[in-house]
């Protein structure tokens, strides 16, 4: 020892602190990786899907869809002639108007649900299309319910499951791609009236609608 200079740590042998912990515990001293709010950090984005695979999902979302209309056309291909037989309210439309209506609302359906595909994929987004493919399924049987078998009570009830299986799609939509579940709200409305209008022509209609 140099006389009339003070010991350093290192020459006595003390380890400095702060250095020893950080190469004992790195993790306790590693700056953690920011988590966006709303954002799972296990969640990963999908690849980027290639244009030619964006426009095949495309058009396989817009079959399914119209697929359920091809279930629901079936049923209602006789359907003229029976609205025109019923009793209905003043504020009915035309029955040559739901044709073009449910056209545009079953293509704005597949966009939605192919919106919601490529932004998470259909293992990341499987619970919103999953209920939007529910959903579908509940569309075409209220055809059959009022139009083939004409059960006018069993068709207001599930008009009603209807609407609440949409509303679910909608809420599902919303945490994947928000124009997807706006694109929706079309639908919700119109389902919405024809619920109304359902109830109306089934109480209008006791004998032909039992």
Not at 63 to 89: N, Q
Not at 148 to 163: H, K, M, N, S, T
């Amino acid at each position: 020892m140099v006389p009339g200079r003070r010991p350093t740590r290192a020459s006595t042998g003390a380890p400095n602190s702060v250095a020893s912990l950080a190469v004992q515990f790195p993790s306790r001293f590693a700056r953690r990786r920011p988590v966006m709010p709303g954002v799972r950090p296990h969640m990963t984005r999908p690849p980027t899907l290639s244009t030619s695979s964006q426009a095949i999902g495309l058009l396989v979302w817009l079959l399914v869809a119209f697929a359920a209309a091809a279930v629901g056309g079936f049923a209602s291909a006789s359907a003229s002639e029976f609205y025109r037989d019923l009793v209905r309210p003043s504020w009915a439309p035309p029955g040559w108007l739901f044709g073009p209506v449910w056209s545009v609302l079953y293509a704005l359906m597949g966009v939605a649900a192919w919106l919601v595909w490529r932004a998470r994929g259909f293992g990341g987004a499987r619970n919103a299309l999953l209920v939007f493919v529910v959903q579908l399924a509940a569309n075409a049987l209220w055809t059959w319910l009022f139009f083939v078998w004409r059960q006018g009570g069993l068709a207001f009830a599930e008009i009603l499951l209807l609407l609440v299986l949409i509303l679910a799609t909608i809420v599902l939509f919303w945490r994947v791609n928000r124009l997807a579940a706006v694109l929706l709200f079309p639908y919700l409305l119109w389902v919405s009236f024809a619920s109304a209008l359902t109830l109306s022509t089934w109480r209008l209609n006791p004998g032909l609608l039992g």
